[in-house]
């Protein structure tokens, strides 16, 4: 305490004057073993500032939350200490706050940096650099396809022309041996297009270009338009013999139901007679082994299959499948009176030209406006060519839809049951379009046909999708057979992750074995227990991955908007589909895609996959689920 009138000099030679919350807390630290635990936020719930002793004291009642004066971005230093002060626990001094991994850096900023607390470009260029002793230069090129797509590098011409070497390393070689040249030599400008053009093409695949972003240079074109027919070359360019040869072992098994659909889907792609087909039939009778029958029979001929489906995890299900929205450009926000971002005289347009079959699987779980924008997209592409097409649904080509309604409906946000109804794409105007075919028999079940258990795991199921196990309308409670459940204990995390995955600790880098087994939970909060759970059951380094989160400033005007959502509070933030703030991961533990990174790389939201390396920046695991298992892939 002091008064207006004292003398400056007197007030700062008060002996307690140099003692404050902060400094005493750094004290405290180094006096006792159990306050170095807590971060600074989290303090004040255990310890007490008795400010007449200027002490902080072990609390002996009631809970308390503790609070960091804010600091502004511009502040500087103070900002990144503040930073920090959220997440280092027990410092003594000022350079332990500064120490991350035993390495002491010069400034506040740097240390919040190590820890992958800034969203600054620099990370990035370790990631490349990193990945370069694991990956090769293809491996690479997808890399830095995917942060541009993904990542918002501030300066991507920076990020290329520091790089352009490593994503350029093995070119030479690879056109050497294109062209059975030895004596081959490549200029830097030509390498740089070669690499270039790799990474527009994959851009490409995810309907993206180099020319959005501004600063980067755009490939000679003449090399590019070697490939110009890329999508149609990518549909045409499958092994005709193989496939002949696998359409005739799986038409040998098709069995009555599926046969009858068959010829119909075939008779109606040979006559050019277009028409729709709904596949009806609940899990395990066979709907994927039917489109995999078309699928080949028409690829081996030269024909063009389109196989989509609703989610990026059915998709990989299907040959060279990809979801729906990627494949028609459908919009994200639609309408009932939308189209698809196809334009006329693109590619994508000449590729649906000249498509013979469309199978799109799980077409129950995809909101009608989307079939509808389809629709009117083929409708107006394909008049230029005939005319009549205007008048045909999906202007005349054969489409195959298929699912099933007991499953997965349309998510409408926030909407009612009849709402939800309503958006199905059997409430369609093209719905009386649609020729129906079911099929009834569950061929999961002949494969086994002693399983009993399956087999009435399998009724069960069935029974709750006709709705048989209850009498009541809409919703019902339903009591799930004793055998099906796991018991309980003290400690239901342990009696769940022991039930799923026995012997983890000897088994854990087995693929097939955690292949084989997922638990799912209805809540984020509930993953991150179990996955803290599994992950100290591992015998592995671990590394801790935590995310920059900012306000996107073009998301509103609100001035101030960094004193009203302080970035604690943005990292405190969990949203289904995004992961926490902090990810702790190890060599040896699966772990699942929550983005479509690369669909054609086997790289979707549901994708598993097997952390086989861990640096800071970048992260080399190996594909477990799907259509590319065993491939080895970068995440940024
Ligand atoms: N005609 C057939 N001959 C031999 N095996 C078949 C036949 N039809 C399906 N199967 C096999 O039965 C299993 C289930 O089939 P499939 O995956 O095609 O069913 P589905 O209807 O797509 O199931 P879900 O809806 O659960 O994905 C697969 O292992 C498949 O290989």
């Not at 902080?56 to 930073?83: A, D, N, T």
């Not at 000249?354 to 394909?382: G, K, Q, Y």
């Not at 048989?468 to 057979?481: R, V």
Request: hydrophobic share 40%; glycine share 6%.
């Amino acid at each position: 305490m002091f008064d207006d009138s004292d003398y400056l000099d007197n007030v700062l030679n008060q002996p307690n004057i140099r003692k404050t919350k902060f400094t005493e807390w750094m004290k405290t630290n180094a006096l006792y073993e159990e306050a170095r635990e807590l971060t600074y936020s989290d303090f004040p719930s255990k310890w007490v500032w008795h400010n007449k002793d200027k002490e902080w004291k072990l609390r002996k009642q009631r809970l308390c939350v503790g609070r960091i004066f804010y600091s502004h971005p511009g502040s500087g230093e103070r900002f990144y200490l503040r930073m920090l002060l959220n997440i280092v626990k027990g410092p003594r001094s000022f350079e332990e706050i500064r120490t991350v991994n035993s390495v002491l850096y010069p400034t506040f900023k740097s240390a919040c940096y190590a820890l992958g607390l800034l969203d600054d470009d620099k990370e990035w260029h370790e990631a490349l650099n990193h990945a370069s002793y694991w990956a090769s230069g293809k491996q690479l090129r997808e890399l830095f396809a995917t942060m541009l797509i993904f990542c918002e590098v501030a300066d991507p011409y920076k990020l290329w022309i520091s790089n352009w070497k490593l994503l350029s390393e093995d070119i030479l070689q690879r056109e050497r041996r294109i062209l059975r040249y030895n004596d081959l030599h490549l200029s830097d400008s030509q390498l740089q297009d070669y690499a270039l053009c790799d990474i527009e093409r994959l851009l490409n695949k995810n309907a993206r270009s180099l020319r959005e972003f501004e600063t980067m240079p755009y490939p000679n074109t003449l090399l590019l338009s070697q490939s110009s027919n890329r999508l149609l070359q990518e549909e045409l360019d499958y092994d005709r013999v193989v496939l002949a040869e696998e359409h005739i072992k799986l038409l040998k098994g098709l069995n009555y139901e599926q046969r009858k659909i068959y010829d119909a889907v075939i008779g109606s792609v040979i006559e050019k007679k277009g028409g729709v087909f709904f596949v009806y039939g609940h899990g395990g009778t066979g709907k994927t082994y039917l489109w995999r029958t078309l699928i080949c029979r028409l690829r081996s001929e030269g024909k063009i299959v389109i196989a989509v489906a609703s989610s990026g995890i059915a998709a990989l299900l299907l040959p060279g499948g990809r979801t729906a929205h990627s494949r028609f450009q459908i919009l994200i926000n639609i309408t009932d009176s939308s189209t698809c971002g196809i334009k006329q005289g693109s590619q994508l347009a000449n590729l649906m030209a000249r498509t013979d079959l469309i199978i799109w699987d799980e077409a129950p779980m995809t909101h009608r406006n989307c079939f509808e924008a389809v629709d009117r997209s083929l409708r107006d592409i394909l008049r230029f060519s005939d005319p009549q097409s205007e008048e045909k649904p999906f202007g005349g080509k054969t489409i195959v839809l298929g699912g099933d309604f007991r499953q997965i409906l349309p998510v409408v946000s926030k909407g009612r049951r009849e709402e939800i109804v309503e958006a199905s794409v059997n409430r369609s105007s093209l719905w009386k379009y649609c020729t129906i075919f079911t099929l009834t028999k569950n061929m999961r079940l002949e494969q086994n046909p002693d399983d009993n258990a399956a087999k009435e795991f399998a009724e069960w199921i069935l029974k709750i999708g006709e709705g048989e196990l209850d009498d009541s309308e809409g919703e019902a409670l339903i009591k799930i057979p004793s055998d099906l459940l796991i018991p309980h204990g003290t400690h239901p995390i342990n009696d769940i992750v022991d039930a799923i995955y026995p012997e983890l600790q000897t088994k854990y880098t087995d693929a097939k074995y955690l292949e084989d087994r997922a638990i799912l939970a209805p809540t984020n909060d509930a993953v991150q227990d179990i996955n803290d759970y599994i992950i100290d059951l591992i015998n592995e380094g671990e590394e801790t991955y935590l995310s920059a989160d900012s306000i996107c400033k073009a998301a509103s005007n609100i001035q101030d908007q960094e004193l009203m959502y302080p970035v604690e509070f943005l990292n405190s933030l969990k949203f289904p589909g995004i992961p926490n703030h902090k990810l702790r991961l190890k060599v040896g533990i699966p772990i699942m895609l929550l983005r479509n990174l690369n669909q054609s790389a086997g790289l979707c939201n549901g994708t598993r996959l097997l952390v086989t390396q861990l640096s800071k920046w970048v992260l080399e695991a190996k594909i477990i689920s799907g259509t590319h298992v065993g491939h080895k892939v970068f995440i940024p």
